[in-house]
């Protein structure tokens, strides 16, 4: 059984530029989550995705946007890329829905600079 | 506004000894609360949690308790171990739309245990 799978693990962005990150849920899993945690921080809520539709989302202004595609894989883009979104960005996988029984990748740390 | 409290950012504890971290929450609607340990470079593990109709659950080395009045709940380690070294995290459930759930996180506490 795979885990959750995050690429990539580091990025270097510029103020301004737009940026996607992936992740790969765990077998079995047909819900992810994804979270933004600043340094210091605890993890933020940013959305979740269920069956391929946006299922609620935190207070994360419209430029995070997300995709989930059918095999439950999902992106996270951010666009206008600014100085406070240098984060580690998690992504979780959970079964149906729940946030009971979530699994974390790694993570993926955005710096923007 | 921070509905998930952990007040200690940091604890240190020698080998063998009882670990207590604690976390404090303002959201009464929540429906349970988990614990995850983080190790530097990787995603926060689930380590124990706890239904909101419980006081106690206890798993190995762990126990959670939970005060419903006090809005309060700590993770007990015994005996703590140089490999409980993580920061540890509380959250809570809470609902989303269409009885989906997200969790809400504490800032973290950083356990030291000293060999």
Known sequence: ETGVTQSPTHLIKTRGQQVTLRCSSQSGHNTVSWYQQALGQGPQFIFQYYREEENGRG?????????????????????????????????????????YGYTFGSGTRLTVV | DQQVKQNSPSLSVQEGRISILNCDYTNSMFDYFLWYKKYPAEGPTFLISISSIKDKNEDGRFTVFLNKSAKHLSLH???????????????????????SEKLVFGKGTKLTVNP
């Open chain 1, 59 to 99: 207070n994360f202004p419209p430029r995070f946007s997300g995709l989930q595609f059918p095999n439950y894989s999902s992106e996270l883009n951010v666009n206008a890329l600014e100085l406070d979104d240098s984060a580690l960005y998690l992504c979780a996988s959970s079964p149906a829905g729940t946030g």
């Open chain 2, 77 to 99: 380690i015994v005996p703590s171990q140089p490999g409980d070294s993580a920061v540890y995290f509380c959250a809570a459930s809470s609902s989303l739309q269409g009885g």
